[in-house]
């Protein structure tokens, strides 16, 4: 058993001499075997061990004992030792986790904290052969895509798993050999954990159809992360090329989304999905899905999405944001822009006009009604040229592909529904000043850059 577990470890580089390694250390039948093979290993590669006990204050007495337990054997094999006690169901419901999630995250926190102050290049975890078909079978079970079919790995950052080359039960065969001391969990026994029924009913199960399951579960495994390692790099270059970061928001570009092989497409998505969110966890399939959906609708068709994402069809492709953004006045409710008019004689020729961009000169003899500063409404247009020609706003808005979010928060210099200045963007070709004008209209608004952009 120890030169598979050796062979395991040189194919994987797990080891290198002189590793400080940091060692989660319950006690338990497998972190005891692992802490006597790197003891074993300590003098031949200097290695230097931390063990880290965790105590998650939920098995009382029995748990103090374990700590106990766990700080004896370290000290008789001259082991340094680190003993941490955590309330684990009240994180676990403080952040609407079960309690074998938080569990989980505690114990990763803590290795990982101490491994920082002690200076350790690794963190030496437990898990075995049956540990990764649990795993496996979990993430079928709840739902996963190809990477969580991948199960557990050998390495993970700087986490190494040396005993995922044995099954448990080679695990307890060398225990017994050694005569190794060890301390029963009687949690791994509680069939309240899914776990636990995986281990205990599902697994022995899956042996009586083959005894060969577990290593068959782990070949399957290793050719998924090595299809989903291909994936993704291929779903990282599409996603470069599709995706655009701008201010507040993220957008995927339709004309480069659509040349993506459909194959990559939902990992394209996926990634899409946990940038905007700047998470992984509960980003699902019906998510993905819902993103699928939105290709085919309308533009300014929206869907709400986990992490209060907003995710908006425009003509441009899919824009994601923060759902806060949208919250807060509604347009009309705000204070306008602090407005200046200034109505004056042109005395001679025209030849140099404002050069700040949030001053406007009119023709005033071409307004019909009071100018107002206000947000767009139905039948607002434009002139957009000297001959006349008009465009409905919203197709200006369209054109000039301002997001569908932005156009009700849009400041409008208006003389009826005939825009003069679509504030911080176009000016009205119809009011331009000219070589017969007699009055000219100036409007300047003060602080500039309402609208986010300069003309």
Not at 85 to 93: C, F, L, M, P, Q
Not at 102 to 112: C, D, L, P
Request: net charge positive; proline share 3%.
């Amino acid at each position: 058993m120890e030169q598979k577990v050796r062979t395991f470890v040189k194919q994987y580089h797990l080891l290198e001499e002189g590793d400080r390694i940091v060692l989660g250390l319950s006690g338990g039948i497998d972190s005891m075997c692992l802490l006597f093979l790197l003891l074993q290993w300590r003098k031949e590669r200097k290695l230097e061990i931390l063990a880290v006990h965790v105590d998650h204050q939920i098995r009382g007495e029995a748990a103090r004992e374990d700590a106990a337990f766990v700080e004896r054997i370290c000290k008789e094999e001259k082991v340094e030792y680190r003993l941490f006690r955590e309330d684990v169901k009240g994180i676990a419901k403080k952040k609407k986790l079960s309690v074998e999630e938080a569990g989980r995250e505690i114990r990763r926190e803590m290795f990982q904290s101490e491994q920082k102050r002690w200076g350790g290049s690794k963190i030496a975890l437990a898990h075995h052969r049956n540990d990764h078909a649990e795993t496996l079978l979990f993430h079928l079970a709840r739902g996963c895509g190809l990477k969580g079919l991948g199960g557990i790995a050998p390495v993970e950052g700087q986490i190494i798993r040396p005993l995922l080359c044995l099954e448990r039960r080679e695990i307890e065969a060398y225990v017994k050999q050694r005569q190794i001391p060890f301390r029963e969990d009687a949690t791994n026994q509680d069939l309240a954990y899914a776990r636990n029924r995986i281990r205990s009913q599902i697994l022995p199960e899956l042996e009586t159809v083959n005894e060969k399951a577990l290593l068959h579960l782990w070949e399957t495994s290793q050719r998924a992360k090595k299809a989903w390692t291909f994936l993704e790099k291929e779903a990282d270059r599409w996603y470069r090329l599709c995706r655009k970061k701008e201010e507040g928001h993220l957008l995927l570009k339709e004309e480069e989304y659509r040349k993506i092989p459909e194959e990559l497409r939902e990992y394209v998505l996926q990634k899409f999905l946990w940038e905007g969110a700047g998470k992984r966890k509960d980003i699902t399939a019906v998510h993905i899905g819902l993103l699928e959906e939105l290709w085919g609708k309308q533009s300014g068709r929206k869907y709400c999405l986990p992490y209060r994402l907003d995710a908006l069809r425009t003509p441009e492709g899919i824009e994601l944001y923060p759902a806060e953004k949208e919250e807060g006045k509604r347009p009309g409710e705000e204070k306008p822009p602090a407005v200046q008019l200034r109505i004056f004689e042109k005395q001679e020729e025209v030849t140099i006009f404002p050069q700040n961009p949030y001053t406007k000169w009119f023709d005033y003899d071409k307004i019909e009604s009071n100018v107002k500063i206000r947000h767009r409404e139905a039948g607002d247009y434009l002139t957009i040229d000297r001959a006349g020609g008009r465009q409905k706003l919203k197709q200006y808005f369209i054109n000039e592909k301002i997001p569908q979010r932005q156009r009700d928060a849009i400041w409008l210099a208006a003389d009826g529904h005939h825009i003069l200045w679509v504030i911080g963007y176009r000016q009205n070709q119809g009011y331009q000043v000219t070589d017969r004008t007699k009055r000219i209209l100036e409007i300047k608004v003060d602080g500039g850059n309402h609208n986010g952009r300069a003309d």
